[in-house]
């Protein structure tokens, strides 16, 4: 019985350390962002990139001037604004939810569509041109929680292997 304590204590932390390699991968693998710079003209705008359903879209940028740059998401033909006043900012809609702040001097932005694909803009609304440095990130929100969830399990598994070895361990002593 000790002994089977301490076998499958072993097995377990070793399965539980492959789980977590697994979804640590994964996790890394989806917080990859995509950087650029960019010089906007008075008036002039970028699309950032696209969400659909099921994705998450988060944009992240500083600018020249180090005030905010309007943001805006375009879904269907209509723009809906989404710009990082200094505060944080949370809507939601039949649209998604898209949720805006600064923090740390980068001005935030995030778009997850409930049922329609929509794009995120950035544009300068100020009257001299602006350099913009931004990074872009495109999650799969359901790769994303089942990644999360690997790395809970993982650690749970963990734990039951680290107590089984334990009681093998002080059983086997007796």
Same mark, same amino acid.
């Given at each position: 019985?000790?002994?089977?304590?301490?076998? *499958?204590?072993?097995? =377990?932390?070793?399965? !539980?350390?492959?789980?977590?390699?697994?979804?640590?991968?994964?996790?890394?693998?989806?917080?990859?962002?995509?950087?650029?710079?960019?010089? =906007?003209?008075?008036?002039?705008?970028?699309?950032?990139? *696209?969400?659909?359903?099921? #994705?998450?879209?988060?944009?992240?940028?500083?600018? #020249? +001037?180090?005030?905010?740059?309007?943001?805006?998401?375009?879904?269907?033909?209509?723009? +809906?604004? *989404?710009? !990082?006043?200094?505060?944080?900012?949370?809507?939601?809609?039949?649209?998604?939810?898209?949720? #805006? +702040?600064?923090?740390?001097?980068?001005?935030?932005?995030?778009?997850?569509?409930?049922?329609?694909?929509?794009?995120?803009?950035?544009?300068?609304?100020?009257?001299?041109?602006?350099?913009?440095?931004?990074?872009?990130?495109?999650?799969?929100?359901?790769?994303?929680? +089942?990644?999360?969830?690997?790395?809970?399990? #993982?650690? =749970?598994?963990?734990?039951?292997?680290?107590?089984?070895?334990?009681?093998?361990?002080?059983?086997?002593?007796?």
């Amino acid at each position: 019985m000790r002994r089977g304590f301490l076998v *499958a204590g072993v097995v =377990l932390i070793v399965l !539980a350390l492959l789980i977590f390699i697994v979804g640590a991968y994964g996790i890394g693998k989806s917080f990859r962002p995509i950087t650029a710079n960019v010089t =906007l003209n008075p008036g002039e705008s970028i699309r950032i990139g *696209a969400a659909t359903p099921g #994705s998450t879209l988060v944009l992240y940028y500083i600018d #020249s +001037l180090g005030k905010p740059l309007e943001a805006y998401i375009n879904v269907n033909g209509v723009n +809906l604004t *989404a710009t !990082a006043n200094g505060l944080v900012s949370i809507s939601t809609n039949e649209t998604g939810l898209v949720a #805006s +702040l600064r923090r740390s001097g980068y001005y935030i932005v995030v778009f997850a569509p409930s049922n329609t694909t929509g794009s995120i803009y950035l544009m300068n609304n100020y009257s001299t041109p602006i350099t913009v440095n931004y990074g872009v990130v495109s999650l799969n929100t359901y790769s994303a929680i +089942l990644t999360g969830l690997l790395v809970i399990l #993982s650690i =749970l598994l963990g734990i039951v292997g680290l107590v089984l070895v334990v009681l093998g361990v002080v059983m086997g002593h007796r």
